[in-house]
């Protein structure tokens, strides 16, 4: 059965490091949904958070996969309640039609999204959210034909473990110097 | 300390802190500065020149699987690397350990489409474990460093260094240090013991036990403690194509080779053994056909070093990570005595039916023509199992690995999970220059060779002890088989118009001589084999000869047939 699931890796910062993991899914005709590389809390480790909608047996042939790439320190994977995840939208809509009555007002309120620029043009707006709240905003103000633009962020995710996988493992190699 | 260097030589200079004694490449623009600086290395260092890069990376790789040292290549940027890729992920696939170093164009010009470039490092990522391109001269000595450590380390692989132009002819201070470790890159799992008492219970009280050998007990150099292993518990044995010669062909626990067109009992046993017990091999679908109806019965135990083969193809229940050099004996010291000569038993019934059906047919055919299988028998009368066999891809390749006799490990040289045709001549190549005291014997197809036999050429210039014996069916005989089981005899583009093969070879400067009839044939082997240097002897063969047993695609293992199915 296919679900969703959110794989981390935690890498060094080297070129073509992104190549080599997404190779890995293309090779299994596995899409990737969203994917999103930043520097992670550790020094010069960067932090991949790729998610698909897969089958558990091929994440975990992916996820041994790409922890078996040499830059990869290593990777995880995860169902969605065992993390908190939240993605980020942006909307850009016309200032006129914020203006024109309470309509979008009322939308982005009972959204929860934050007006974060208002110019004579136009007005953009912050929702940070699951992929379905930031699509539901998106929709109503859809439906009014307020949209300009839209943007939408990769995800990016915590575990709710009460330990740090990442730091455990880390630990354990020993030959890392952790607090650099 | 450190010297003053250029780039080009602080490549040279790296290799020879490696130990690298042979380079098979191929000079051209981009990689004209290391060859200019080779000469002053020559008495350190020695360039092997073939005639295609594919014959430089085979070669390295059949010097690297007999000496079990790092194969390096060199090739210039462009079309010099892009005829490497085959030989890349050939040694990808079969594990084996390379450095392969490529030129490339200027830093300025990169991404411009300039003359000759290619992008190397993006070609090779999906077939190499790892690669890097360096843009500045002191970036040199510490990635050619990670390219050997990684190359040689965990579960081998190639690993490509491209060097720009520019960083071969700048100038360093060269220091160099060897890599023994990278913080990413965990080359041996650690092992838990709990797994390996586990383990040891369920084969102690195995009443049917099967061993199935692969490539990772000779990569592993684990090959004593594979046999004390299997000796000390009476477990019978089958290898992979990979495996052979891991274990010697005469010892008693030695059951043959397993897959596709392994041996009949090897096959069968896979659905009727109680624990399976898999060292160093993959579950390649050659080994398992059909996966649904592969081992079911059976307790698995994996012991493997490389984790992402765990649970890949085959469910474990028991996964022993690490190397089997370090796991085996931790097992073998929990085992029980057992000789288990009864399930030994089952598999020499089933010998006996395959002997009488297929091996006496082979060895000493009722027909007119020659059949491969005589040839291989004969060579094995007179070499004693102790020469390195390598093969081309074919049907040869399966009579050479089914019927050699292996007396000494890392004996046997093929590609295996790749089937590259053309690899046989320069492989042998590698491997008699890796190993120039031993008797080196190529088995290669009428097809095959047609592909890579330049490299005569440069046999010739090395003078490297290659005897090549030429299986001529005047077919694309594998395929052909296949088009006679499973195409109705419909012999579309297999049959080979072919040239003066003998007249070739003295072309190159090197003896030969074809053989039609039986009667010549054993004289024939002796002078191969008593002739001093490379020689080519060509063997007329029957043209409708087949490989069996076999285990036709998608068939599961038990059904695996003796002769042709009746229509
Ligand atoms: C480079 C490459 N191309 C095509 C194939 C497919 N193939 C496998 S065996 C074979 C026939 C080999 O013929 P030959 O070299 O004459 O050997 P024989 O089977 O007759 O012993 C072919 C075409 C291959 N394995 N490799
Ligand atoms: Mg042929």
Known sequence: MKQTFTITAFSENHIGLLNRITIIFTRRRVNIETLTVSPSAIKGVHKFTIVVNETREMVEKVVKQIDKVVEVIKAFYHTDDE?????????????????????????????????????????????MGTADETQELFDELNQLGAILQFTRSGRIAVTRLSEELLHNFLKKREIWDLDN | MSTKLTGSQAVLQSLIEEGTEYIFGYPGGAIMPVYDAMMDYEDQIKHILTRHEQGAIHAAQGYARVTGKVGVCMATSGPGATNLITGIADAMIDSTPLVCITGQVGSPLLGTDAFQETDVVGISMPVTKWNVLVTKPEEIPFAIAQAFFIAKTGRPGPVLVDITKDAQFGSLDFNYKKCTNIRSYEPKPVFEPEKIEQAAQLINAAKKPYVLLGQGVILGNAEAEFKAFIEKAGLPTAWTILG????????????????????YSTNVMNNQCDVLIAVGMRFDDRVTGDLKRFAKQAKVIHMEIDPAEIDK???????????????????????????????????????????????????????????????????????????????????????????????????????????????????????????????????????????????????????????????????????????????????????????????????????????????????????????????????????????????????????????????
């Open chain 2, 313 to 567: 193809n085959v469910k474990t229940d028991v996964a022993i990570l690490g190397d089997v050099k370090d796991t085996l004996p931790v097992l073998t010291r929990l085992l029980e005595k057992r000789d288990h000569a009864e399930w030994i038993a089952e598999f020499k019934k089933l010998d006996a039916i395959e002997n009488e059906k297929v091996i006496q047919k082979d060895f000493y055919p009722d027909k007119e023509g020659l059949t491969m299988g005589e040839v291989v028998r004969r060579i094995n009368e007179r070499t004693g199992g102790k020469a390195i066999i390598v093969t081309d891809v074919g049907q040869h390749q399966m009579f050479a690995s089914r019927y050699a006799k292996h007396k000494q490990t890392r004996n046997f040289v093929t590609s295996g999970g790749l089937g590259t045709m053309g690899f046989g001549l320069p492989a042998a190549h590698g491997a008699a220059m890796g190993c120039p005291d031993k008797d080196v014997i190529l088995f290669v197809g009428d097809g095959g060779f047609q592909m890579t036999i330049q490299e005569l050429g440069t046999i010739n210039q090395t003078e490297a002890n290659v005897k090549v014996v030429l299986l001529n069916n005047k077919y694309l005989g594998m395929v052909r088989q296949w088009q006679q089981l499973f195409f109705d005899r419909r012999y579309s583009q297999t049959y080979l118009m072919n040239p003066d093969f003998i007249m070739i070879a003295k072309g190159f400067g090197i003896e030969g001589k074809k053989v039609m009839h039986r009667p010549e044939l054993d004289a024939a082997i002796d002078e191969m084999l008593s002739h001093k240097g490379a020689y080519v002897l060509e063997v007329s063969i029957e043209k409708e000869d087949n490989v069996f047993p076999m285990v036709p695609t998608g068939a599961s293992v038990s059904e695996v047939i003796l002769e042709p199915p009746q229509k």
């Open chain 2, 244 to 263: 052979v010669s891991a274990l010697d062909s005469d010892h008693p626990l030695n059951m043959g080779m397993l897959g596709m067109h392994g041996n």
């Open chain 1, 83 to 127: 993390i908190i995840f939240q993605e980020i939208a942006l909307y850009k809509v016309s200032t006129d039609k914020l203006m024109e009555n309470n309509k979008v007002e009322t939308i982005v309120r009972k959204n929860a999204g934050r007006i974060v620029e208002v110019t004579p043009k136009y007005t953009v707006i912050e929702k």
